[in-house]
């Protein structure tokens, strides 16, 4: 056995030392994306997300739901099933009221976490035959845990509040991994309590995120080779893989994977050809070749993590369609690698550990299952791992050559630093959409999503010539993303031009018939072309590709109310707020049409009801305002009234309302103070401020002529 020479202070810290050290390093990384915002999906699975809005907790919604509020069992859901996750942002939505602060702190505080369970699992790696020494297994795990704790392929785990989901995943991992190297002895009543805990973990791992599954393998996996069973004859070594402990973890992994398929009824997620071209290319030549060079590609991102970014899709990694492109060359360079590592696994037994801490928690990604994804930079948070701990062991083993050391720790040091500095800076791109979003041009300038997503940010902040620009360059990029094309549809209706309108929300249906919201924005030009029965029709075939659609219903109620069918428009608007309860526009509309017809009692209850869903909406205050001030209920009114002023104090209908409210009440001065309010924040706009102001004041100087 090679004598091992000292390394550096650093290296024979004190463990509690090195925990601090990896928790200064990860502020150091991540603390500056706490102010950031919420950005990409966070906005759909937690904001949008009904399951996790719903106050008090509705444990049924969010243990039927997948990741994103659909119900599992529907033909549209993602079949990411993840309630625990979901759990935990409902809860922390209870107490912060949807603070992205509070979410990333949470984010940065697991990550922390796991580099110190890296730290301690690492410390447990003693294989036999090995050539390592007790102190080198020490420096090994602080080195991989370092790398883990700054590694930038991590920042879209961190920064990304979704991606809470393969952080709870990896802690669990981590647990099951500790459980497994403190666990060497072969008693049948180890056994089955080893089994039952691997077993109870998994289960719980898989709802936080379904790459859980993979626990057992890896638990089986690292026990084979403490154990020391890879340096036996092979038929020995059959014999020890098909033990009890390992049949009992293969018996509950095969349940689990039963149970969690039945959760999803047994249907596949349909996934877009654009969001994964590898897994639907028609060639099997192109799909093997491609789907390789993406194993070689993740691992090139690991290497070098200069260029990332939050979506590979829609070609940004064009696809290998024949044996002489170039890039075969790498991936033969790969395989003949790990072909060497697997023969030598008996010889060099902590290389084929990392690689297997690579592979196996990597394997739900790898294609084996169709994903709705090219590259995930999350999906390598946990295999990462393994790769540290490939670097780590490489790295202490050139350090036993006196010579090449210092120059190694000094190498090490500027590897962290610039992880570090990379961080910060992919972090910086995490803290808002626009930032996210710009950063991916320089990575992938033909990736149609990318455009996609800038374009509908351009959208949201009223940039229309730019968002026209970019929806353009997404369809040019990509001519039948159906997404892009309804979206620039719906961006030439409401600048006014219903023919263009028209026509990108027909070459969408053309594409995707059954694309339910395109036949509702197809729905709503036609109905602002006056041509109702096409509209009526658009409605309902959006109904048909999906049933309880809150949004086509209040737009069904609008088409009834613009041909005077008020009672059908009502009906439509109750369904929408009945499926939807958070559908503001929709309980407005109910409420103005109530008050219209003089039903003040019945507007009241409706309002009341509307309050318990949207408690601080100024617009339905305002209307139950309006009511209590019809039916002389003066003091309740001007309660409401304020209460909306002070949440919108330049808002001229709300001061326009009050002072009617006042005029009736024969509060004149009040009246005539708010009158003068309406009209000082839009002198244009409150018309009827101003006539009843003229009025009320024609009307004392009348008195006053006549006293």
């Given at each position: 056995?090679?004598?091992?020479?000292?390394?550096?202070?650093?290296?024979?810290?004190?463990?509690?030392i090195?925990?601090?050290?990896?928790?200064?390093?990860?502020?150091?990384?991540?603390?500056?994306?706490?102010?950031?915002?919420?950005?990409?999906?966070d906005t759909?699975a937690?904001?949008?997300?009904?399951?996790?809005?719903?106050?008090p907790?509705?444990?049924?919604?969010?243990?039927?739901?997948d990741?994103?509020?659909a119900p599992?069992?529907?033909?549209?859901?993602?079949k990411?099933?993840r309630?625990?996750?979901?759990?935990l942002?409902?809860?922390?939505?209870?107490?912060w009221q949807?603070q992205p602060?509070?979410?990333?702190?949470?984010?940065l505080?697991i990550?922390?976490?796991n580099?110190?369970l890296?730290?301690?699992?690492?410390?447990?790696?003693?294989f036999?035959?090995?050539?390592?020494?007790?102190?080198?297994?020490?420096?090994i795990?602080?080195?991989?845990?370092?790398?883990f704790a700054?590694?930038?392929?991590?920042?879209?785990?961190?920064a990304?509040?979704?991606?809470?989901?393969?952080?709870?995943?990896?802690f669990?991992?981590?647990?099951?991994?500790y459980?497994?190297?403190?666990?060497?002895?072969?008693g049948?009543?180890?056994?089955?309590?080893?089994s039952i805990?691997?077993?109870l973990?998994t289960f719980?791992?898989?709802?936080?995120k379904?790459?859980?599954?993979?626990i057992?393998?890896?638990?089986?996996?690292l026990?084979?080779?403490?154990?020391?069973?890879?340096?036996?004859?092979?038929?020995?070594?059959?014999?020890?893989?098909?033990c009890?402990?390992?049949?009992?973890?293969?018996?509950?992994?095969?349940s689990?994977?039963?149970?969690?398929?039945?959760?999803?009824?047994?249907?596949?997620?349909?996934?877009?050809?654009?969001d994964?071209?590898?897994?639907?290319?028609?060639?099997?030549?192109?799909?093997?070749?491609?789907?390789?060079?993406?194993y070689?590609?993740?691992?090139?991102?690991?290497?070098?993590?200069?260029?990332?970014?939050?979506?590979?899709?829609?070609?940004c990694?064009?696809?290998?369609?024949?044996f002489?492109?170039?890039r075969l060359?790498?991936?033969?360079g790969?395989?003949?690698?790990?072909?060497?590592?697997?023969?030598?696994y008996?010889?060099?037994?902590?290389t084929f550990?990392?690689?297997?801490l690579?592979t196996?928690?990597f394997?739900?990604?790898?294609?084996?299952?169709?994903?709705?994804?090219v590259?995930?930079?999350?999906v390598?948070?946990?295999?990462?791992?393994?790769?540290c701990?490939l670097?780590?062991?490489?790295f202490v083993c050139?350090?036993?050559?006196?010579?090449f050391?210092?120059c190694?720790q000094?190498?090490?040091?500027?590897?962290i630093?610039?992880?570090?500095?990379r961080?910060r800076?992919?972090?910086?791109?995490?803290?808002?959409?626009?930032?996210?979003?710009?950063s991916a041009?320089?990575?992938?300038?033909?990736?149609?999503?990318?455009?996609y997503?800038?374009a509908r940010?351009?959208?949201?902040?009223k940039n229309?010539?730019?968002?026209?620009?970019?929806?353009?360059?997404?369809?040019?990029?990509?001519p039948?993303?159906?997404?892009?094309?309804?979206n620039?549809?719906?961006?030439?209706?409401?600048?006014?031009?219903?023919?263009?309108?028209?026509?990108y929300?027909?070459?969408?249906?053309?594409?995707?018939?059954?694309?339910?919201?395109?036949?509702?924005?197809?729905?709503?030009?036609?109905?602002?072309?006056?041509n109702?029965?096409?509209?009526?029709q658009?409605?309902?075939?959006?109904?048909?590709?999906?049933?309880?659609y809150?949004?086509c219903?209040y737009?069904?109620?609008?088409?009834?109310?613009?041909q005077?069918?008020?009672?059908?428009?009502?009906?439509h608007?109750?369904?929408?707020?009945?499926?939807k309860?958070?559908?503001?526009?929709?309980?407005?509309?109910?409420?103005?049409?109530?008050?219209?017809q003089?039903r003040?009692e019945?507007?009241?209850?409706?309002?009341?009801?509307?309050?318990?869903?949207?408690?601080n909406?100024?617009?339905?205050?305002?209307?139950?305002?309006?009511?209590?001030?019809?039916?002389?209920?003066?003091?309740?009114?001007?309660h409401?009234y304020?209460?909306?002023?002070?949440?919108?104090p330049?808002?001229?209908l709300?001061?326009?309302?009050?002072?009617?409210?006042?005029?009736?009440?024969?509060k004149?001065?009040e009246?005539?103070?708010?009158?003068?309010?309406?009209?000082?924040?839009e002198?244009n706009?409150?018309?009827?401020a101003?006539?009843?102001?003229?009025k009320?004041?024609?009307?004392?100087?009348?008195?006053?002529r006549?006293?």
């Amino acid at each position: 056995m090679p004598t091992y020479c000292k390394p550096s202070n650093i290296m024979d810290s004190s463990l509690c030392i090195k925990g601090a050290i990896l928790i200064i390093l990860c502020y150091l990384c991540y603390g500056s994306s706490l102010n950031g915002s919420f950005v990409f999906d966070d906005t759909v699975a937690i904001k949008q997300n009904k399951a996790i809005l719903q106050v008090p907790t509705n444990y049924t919604a969010i243990f039927t739901s997948d990741f994103w509020g659909a119900p599992i069992t529907s033909e549209d859901s993602h079949k990411s099933y993840r309630p625990l996750t979901s759990l935990l942002f409902h809860w922390e939505w209870i107490k912060w009221q949807m603070q992205p602060k509070h979410m990333k702190a949470i984010n940065l505080a697991i990550h922390t976490i796991n580099s110190l369970l890296v730290l301690l699992v690492l410390n447990k790696f003693k294989f036999k035959e090995s050539h390592i020494t007790s102190v080198s297994v020490k420096d090994i795990a602080f080195v991989g845990a370092l790398l883990f704790a700054v590694h930038p392929i991590h920042t879209e785990s961190v920064a990304g509040i979704v991606s809470r989901a393969d952080l709870m995943f990896c802690f669990v991992y981590l647990i099951c991994l500790y459980i497994c190297c403190n666990t060497n002895k072969e008693g049948q009543q180890t056994i089955l309590w080893f089994s039952i805990a691997i077993s109870l973990l998994t289960f719980i791992g898989m709802l936080f995120k379904e790459s859980a599954i993979t626990i057992p393998m890896a638990c089986v996996f690292l026990s084979f080779m403490l154990k020391g069973f890879h340096t036996f004859p092979w038929k020995q070594q059959i014999k020890a893989l098909f033990c009890m402990q390992n049949i009992l973890l293969g018996i509950t992994t095969l349940s689990m994977t039963i149970f969690r398929l039945w959760i999803a009824d047994f249907k596949s997620p349909k996934f877009r050809n654009a969001d994964n071209p590898v897994a639907h290319a028609s060639s099997l030549k192109t799909r093997i070749l491609s789907q390789s060079y993406l194993y070689f590609y993740n691992l090139k991102i690991l290497i070098n993590p200069s260029e990332l970014c939050f979506d590979w899709s829609f070609g940004c990694i064009p696809l290998i369609q024949k044996f002489n492109d170039n890039r075969l060359l790498l991936v033969l360079g790969l395989y003949v690698l790990l072909t060497i590592v697997i023969l030598n696994y008996q010889r060099n037994c902590t290389t084929f550990v990392a690689l297997g801490l690579i592979t196996i928690p990597f394997l739900p990604a790898s294609g084996i299952i169709k994903v709705g994804f090219v590259i995930a930079e999350r999906v390598l948070y946990v295999p990462s791992i393994g790769f540290c701990y490939l670097v780590a062991y490489g790295f202490v083993c050139l350090c036993e050559n006196e010579g090449f050391r210092k120059c190694l720790q000094i190498a090490l040091g500027i590897v962290i630093c610039v992880f570090v500095m990379r961080c910060r800076q992919r972090s910086a791109e995490w803290l808002t959409e626009e930032k996210l979003f710009s950063s991916a041009l320089d990575v992938c300038p033909n990736n149609a999503k990318v455009h996609y997503n800038i374009a509908r940010l351009a959208t949201d902040m009223k940039n229309y010539s730019k968002a026209f620009g970019h929806y353009h360059t997404a369809i040019e990029l990509s001519p039948d993303y159906d997404a892009a094309l309804m979206n620039l549809g719906n961006l030439y209706r409401d600048r006014g031009d219903l023919t263009k309108a028209e026509i990108y929300l027909k070459r969408a249906l053309e594409i995707t018939p059954n694309f339910a919201t395109a036949w509702m924005n197809l729905g709503i030009v036609q109905a602002a072309k006056k041509n109702f029965a096409e509209a009526l029709q658009s409605y309902e075939t959006a109904l048909s590709h999906r049933k309880n659609y809150a949004n086509c219903y209040y737009n069904m109620g609008n088409l009834y109310l613009e041909q005077k069918r008020n009672s059908k428009a009502l009906q439509h608007w109750e369904l929408a707020v009945a499926l939807k309860p958070r559908l503001r526009q929709a309980w407005t509309n109910i409420l103005t049409m109530l008050d219209s017809q003089g039903r003040f009692e019945k507007a009241l209850k409706v309002s009341d009801e509307a309050l318990k869903y949207l408690p601080n909406d100024s617009s339905i205050t305002f209307l139950r305002a309006n009511i209590y001030g019809k039916l002389g209920h003066y003091e309740q009114a001007e309660h409401l009234y304020k209460q909306v002023v002070a949440k919108e104090p330049l808002n001229y209908l709300y001061h326009t309302n009050l002072a009617v409210l006042y005029h009736r009440w024969n509060k004149i001065t009040e009246a005539i103070d708010s009158y003068k309010k309406a009209l000082e924040i839009e002198p244009n706009r409150a018309t009827t401020a101003r006539e009843n102001l003229n009025k009320l004041i024609n009307k004392l100087a009348s008195k006053k002529r006549g006293a």
